[in-house]
């Protein structure tokens, strides 16, 4: 009877004999139906096959569709924190600020001026944080824009604008000279009209001047109180120097409540000829060099041996000129009822103290010029003489008083020559103490 055919998988059905009967039989020892090894080793290929297939269809393939596949995995976004917490609270102009990002990294920082200019700053340890010399303008809007990446390469960002505080006084200064030839004795002067307050903020305001000197000379800031910042060079200045000064202080404080609102500068030249006269108050003679060489010497009358009248000794500058001047005692506090008061029009006075010391012309004294010291602290020459020396010399010009028991102190003028270049240099805010 018929035997059934052995499947090759698939589903394959019964084989059709060779006379075209359906059926099986037995032909060279092979049953019909019944595959040999090669053609068996095919035919389960063939359902492995199918059954890989079947097997790839219903698996969960990641980002293949389908009812069971698993969500690409998301990268959550970079955010921004800000050391101003609050926009709405003034910030100090001294104040440093900060910028990090969490989950990322910083792609861009961006702090802009009302002027425009961007605030210097620096990443480190993946935050940005302001300049530690930076100050910002007082009273004024800045925009802070900053963005960052995270893993993903996404790209988040965030702006804020934060205001500077109002300050209650506004600190003012002046930089002189400025836009003058001046003589060897003159230095740079910064000069605050009110007081910097403590040593820490003296030394942040030196720290900030700026000085180009052609040709270089040793020197040094140094202050006379703390009202005024003064720089000059160890000795006189070099003949035909030019000095230019910046003074960037806007966002420096000076005080409780006090800020400095602008910068400000100043250029000068020091005069090509170095005049330095020495005013012998012993002898009663007055001599005048020109870079190191005598070209004239004055008959002279000083002060008053009297502890109030007598002329100080020192290094003094010129710093006023007048043709024309009033002289009156009242501005050294001595009352119009008092027997040495005094109310004179003098001719070619020229400054050399803040207490009225001044080289002027006196006709009324010529008789004691070059013998006795008979005047209020003044020096007194002769009307041709004091006209000689009123054409020769200019503001900055040097003036230097021996011969006197009564020193000249620093209060009492334009004093940076009392001090030696070690003793002027100590004088820093800088300074090692």
């Known amino acids: 009877m018929p035997r059934k055919v052995i499947g090759g998988g698939g589903g394959i059905g019964p084989q059709k004999a060779a006379n075209g009967r359906s059926g099986s039989r037995e032909e060279h020892g092979y049953t019909v139906g019944q595959t040999n090894n090669r053609t068996r080793h095919a035919g389960m290929s063939l359902a492995l096959a199918s059954v890989l297939l079947v097997t790839a269809c219903n698996a969960d393939v990641p980002g293949v569709g389908g009812g069971n596949e698993t969500p690409t995995p998301t990268v959550p976004p970079a955010s921004l924190t800000f050391s101003v917490k609050d926009a709405k609270q003034p910030v100090r102009p001294d104040q440093r600020l900060s910028v990090g990002a969490e989950g990322g990294t910083l792609v861009n920082v961006r702090l802009v001026g009302p002027d425009g200019k961007t605030v210097p700053g620096r990443v480190a340890d993946g935050v940005w944080t302001s300049s530690a010399d930076t100050r910002l303008v007082p009273d004024s809007q800045y925009t802070w824009r900053a963005s960052a990446k995270n893993a993903a390469g996404e790209v988040q960002q965030q702006e804020m604008r934060i205001t500077t505080l109002k300050p209650k006084i506004s600190a003012t200064y002046r930089v002189t000279p400025d836009g003058n030839t001046v003589g060897v004795g003159m230095p740079v002067m910064v000069t605050f009209d009110s007081a910097v307050t403590s040593p820490k903020l003296r030394a942040d305001v030196e720290r900030r001047m700026k000085l180009k000197v052609t040709p270089a000379q040793k020197g040094s800031w140094g202050w006379l109180d703390d009202r005024q910042l003064m720089w000059r060079p160890d000795s006189y200045w070099k003949p035909g120097t030019k000095i ?42 007055m001599t005048v060099r020109e870079n190191g060489k005598t070209i004239a010497t004055y008959p002279i009358s000083g002060g008053k041996p009297t502890a109030e009248w007598e002329t100080r000794s020192g290094t003094k500058i010129i710093t006023e000129k007048h043709a024309d001047y009033v002289m009156d005692a009242a501005t050294v506090g001595v009352k119009a009822e008092d027997p040495n008061y005094y109310r004179t029009e003098v001719k070619y006075a020229m400054r050399v103290t803040n207490t009225g010391e001044f080289l002027h012309a006196a006709p009324w004294s010529v008789w004691a010029q070059g013998r006795r010291n008979v005047s209020h602290g003044c020096i007194n020459l002769g009307p041709s003489a004091a006209a000689a020396v009123f054409r020769q010399s200019i503001v900055g010009d040097v003036v230097e008083f021996v011969g006197s028991g009564r020193k000249m102190q620093p209060g009492d003028g334009l004093s940076v020559w009392l001090f030696d270049a070690k003793a002027w240099h100590a004088r820093s805010a800088l300074a090692s103490k």
Request: net charge neutral.
């Open 244 to 285: 230019t000064v910046a003074a960037p202080l806007t966002g420096v404080q000076t005080g409780d409540d006090k800020w400095i609102v602008q910068d400000k500068g100043a250029k000068f030249d020091i005069s090509d000829r170095a005049r330095v006269s020495v005013v012998n108050l012993s002898s009663h003679v």
